[in-house]
């Protein structure tokens, strides 16, 4: 089995996300698993314009910053894991801003004209399978002791689950980081 582990963390190696994913690694490494790290601070990752050019017939699903930015090789490496681990501190209520930017992207694998009723039965439109839809795994980094502190991002991932027909297969959240 191969995991991929998306940290965004603005800490890179350095902080509690990572360490929490060394931890999960460490089983997963016993159980036999190969595992990878992409630290997202440490890629060029342009945000998202909006500007249409993947949905058009003469680029369809082509980004304007593709070969001009890290996004597509990381794409490439999701495709060809088994699980994704999302991990990310919070940060005033949300997951990082850099894996908000980074999630926008996908927005250019998508034929947003091509519309579909999920597994949910909630109506989207085609996505890349083998990007968005893998199973995946939520591991959370707060320094709050409270419950309600990673609820947005908890609630994101629950909404991302349903309408990409991504199976979410385990949550993991790290309250009192700095305790």
Do not use: W
Not at 8 to 34: H, P
Not at 47 to 64: A, D, E, I, M, N
């Amino acid at each position: 089995m191969k995991l991929v582990a998306i940290n965004a963390s603005y800490r890179g190696d350095k902080g509690y996300t990572r360490f929490l994913i060394d931890r999960f690694f460490q089983g997963a490494t016993k159980a036999g698993a190969e595992c990878e790290v992409i630290t997202l601070v440490k890629l060029k990752i342009n945000r998202c314009l909006s500007c249409g050019r993947c949905h058009t017939k003469q680029h369809p699903l082509q980004c304007v910053y593709d070969g001009k930015d890290d996004v597509r090789a990381v794409f490439k490496k999701m495709a060809e894991a088994d699980l994704i681990i999302y991990a990310t501190p919070v940060y005033v209520f949300g997951m990082s801003g850099l894996l908000r930017i980074f999630l926008e992207r996908m927005y250019a694998t998508g034929d947003v004209l091509n519309l579909k009723l999920s597994k949910s039965g909630l109506m989207f439109h085609y996505v890349d399978q083998n990007i968005c839809s893998k199973p995946f795994v939520v591991l959370v980094c707060c320094d709050s002791l409270e419950a309600r502190t990673p609820k947005n991002v908890l609630s994101y991932f629950d909404t991302f689950s349903r309408f990409m027909d991504a199976p979410q297969v385990g949550v993991l959240v790290r309250k009192g980081g700095r305790l």
